[in-house]
């Protein structure tokens, strides 16, 4: 018998759940969801050592009251949001994350988004499909990422490899963070810091890499849309709350602003009736910019890396630890 028992709180599909569990180390056993539901939750968590979470419903503290035996929540990705972190510290269940470990597909797929949204690539797609050639008329309303200004929001692990990305098109980087880099860091990179609203009224693209957090709910608002060119584009790959989404749907009905890329939503699931998906200006996603199967690997790897630490009466890295 294992000594340590996972209980993996996500409803992966079998495919996924193969790759992590290729992954686990020695004396190590994981129990799979089949549901994001908190009744599957509390039955998986009664004998659980660990839990592994990736955030598709709520861990509360009823889930980990279910878990006497539980020494360590390792969210899988960065995002804790979904997390009651409260009800963690109150019962001094460390909480980590995987820091980095999905930094390049986040980043690659924000600069799909950027592109997409450009070349209106889901408009340019679904009219080929209708039998519609607009090759002339496309050429109106498309632009190319060299020469642009691209503005990052939020400079973390992500931020940074979006920078390194678009930098590869002839983009001119910027950027704002409340924790500024050194300046080695800047150079390194060739990006350039600017004070929040600087950053939207300079950027042809702006794009949001935040944590959701009490400060940043609805923190890209009417006012900081309104500083924006008639002719950017806002890119969310983070979280849907940072953005006050009836402000951005005005702004990209009117033409305020040229369009949007979403891979998230203020509510999750998406409903078919949201105003955004009536949009021609609109590229969206599922919540899947981490979702690629050649780094489920690497994410259960540094996952179960930081279980074998707690195991064994290791300190978990400053980066991976979350502190109230």
Known sequence: MAKYQVAC????????????????????????????SEEEMLALVRSADFI??????????????????????????IGVDKIDLRAA????????????????????HTVMLMLAVY?????????????????????????????????????GNIGKQVAKRV?????????????RPAT??????????????QLFAQSDIVSLHLPLTPATRAFVDERLISMMKPTAILVNCSRGEVIDEPSLVGAL?????????????AAEPAEPGNPLFELDNV?????????????????????FANMVKVANGDALSEADLIRM
Request: hydrophobic share 45%; glycine share 8%; net charge neutral.
């Open 52 to 77: 592994l979470f990736a955030g598709n419903a709520r861990l509360t503290g009823e889930v980990m009251d279910a878990a006497p035996r539980l020494k360590l929540i390792q969210k899988w990705g």
């Open 253 to 265: 009905r009117s033409g305020r602003i040229l369009g949007a890329g979403l891979d998230v939503f």
């Open 283 to 303: 590229v969206v996603t599922p919540h899947s910019a981490g979702s690629v199967i050649d780094n489920v690997a690497n994410v259960a790897r540094h996952a």
């Open 184 to 197: 080695e860091v800047e150079q390194r990179l060739g990006v350039e810091y600017r004070d929040l609203e």
């Open 119 to 155: 070349r209106r690539l889901s408009y340019a797609d679904r009219t080929v499909r209708q039998g519609r050639w607009l090759r002339a008329e496309i050429r109106n309303f498309c632009y190319q990422m060299c020469g642009k200004t691209v503005g990052i929001v939020g400079f």
């Open 167 to 179: 930098s590869a098109f002839d983009a001119h980087v910027i950027y704002y963070d409340p924790i």
């Open 9 to 36: 709180l996500e409803a992966f599909t079998p495919e996924v759940v193969a790759e992590i569990r290729a992954q686990l180390p020695q004396d190590f056993e994981m129990l799979a969801a089949k549901t994001n």
């Open 89 to 108: 510290a109150d019962r001094a269940i460390p909480v980590a994350i995987t820091a980095g470990s999905n930094a390049i597909p986040v980043a690659e």
